[in-house]
């Protein structure tokens, strides 16, 4: 359900397309703008799952605009809670952003500190990860000797991202803008791993989208970043600790695994039960915490 769908068109921002995620709005009254509106749906192998995550658009939205305020870097962001506040209805405003339309280009820049996910299944079949070959005799989880760069081009919607090479890359956006977007991706990623370390969190990997300003061509920081719907975080202490939990992620792996373990993946998934949303509210809420608390 997209929301607050009547009330937007009341205030002149008409729908214009739905990810997985967010919603995006369009204005007459505010060509070069658009408004990202972070719904509480969680999606999981490729299906929007029924119930949302309560409060989620709101976290996600909120983080968004801490890291925003830390990085450094030109962003799209034009405005958000609570300036927005003012203009749109109090269930809406936490969970927006007023952003600069910019020229998006087709490309998730994906860094990584650890191996895991997708990176540890490729590595498990060839050694390297989109081409970067990687030392012998890794385990799911370890620290790489540096971050790398590892894009994906962004497939149409409803199809899955591909993993990339660097070279693939250039050939896509030009070997000027690919050069650009791997040091910056590096450099905002460095950064925020300093930042999580100090509030005892590891950034195991993370995603970012660019985009072009159109009236002067620069690149900004887009979408969302440093989320838990676009980085595996850790906890620093139970990683160090080792066992079975030591790769446990603030975000909807509590979901993933429940489907895994209740659903064939035919057919339509099952409803995730309270108490699986419940424990990934309070995932998601630890981890806004964890930043957002003074230190």
Not at 22 to 32: F, M, N, T
Not at 54 to 69: D, E, I, M, V
Not at 98 to 126: D, F, K
Request: with cysteine; aromatic share 8%; charged share 25%.
């Amino acid at each position: 359900m997209i929301i607050g769908d009547s009330r937007l068109e009341a205030l002149g921002w008409h729908h214009v397309y739905s990810g997985k995620v967010r919603d995006l709005y369009e204005s007459s009254a505010h060509p070069d703008r658009l408004l990202v509106v972070a719904s509480d749906r969680v999606s999981a192998f490729d299906h929007i799952l029924s119930p949302g995550i309560p409060g989620k658009g709101a976290l996600l939205t909120q983080l968004t605009l801490w890291w925003f305020g830390r990085l450094g870097e030109p962003t799209h962001l034009a405005g958000g809670h609570p300036s927005l506040g003012e203009h749109l209805p109090d269930q809406i405003a936490p969970r927006t952003m007023l952003v600069h339309r910019l020229e998006m280009y087709p490309i998730e820049c994906v860094v990584r500190g650890y191996l895991a996910g997708s990176g540890w299944a490729e590595y498990q079949v060839s050694g390297s990860v989109c081409g970067i070959p990687l030392p012998e005799g890794l385990r799911e989880g370890d620290q790489l000797p540096e971050p790398i760069f590892t894009p994906a081009f962004k497939a149409p919607m409803g199809e899955h991202d591909e993993n990339i090479t660097f070279e693939r890359m250039a050939e896509i956006v030009g070997d000027a803008d690919a050069v650009m977007l791997r040091d910056a991706s590096l450099r905002i990623f460095e950064t925020a791993s300093d930042i999580a370390a100090e509030r005892g969190v590891l950034l195991a990997d993370s995603k970012f989208e660019f985009g072009r300003e159109p009236s002067t061509g620069g690149a900004v920081l887009a979408d969302e970043v440093l989320t838990s719907d676009s980085s595996r975080y850790w906890d620093a202490e139970t990683y160090a600790a080792g066992g079975a939990n030591r790769l446990d992620s603030f975000d909807k792996q509590i979901v993933r695994d429940w489907l895994a373990a209740h659903w064939d993946k035919t057919g339509e998934p099952p409803e995730l039960p309270a108490e699986i949303v419940e424990r990934t509210v309070a995932r998601y809420q630890e981890l806004v915490d964890r930043f957002l608390t003074d230190h």
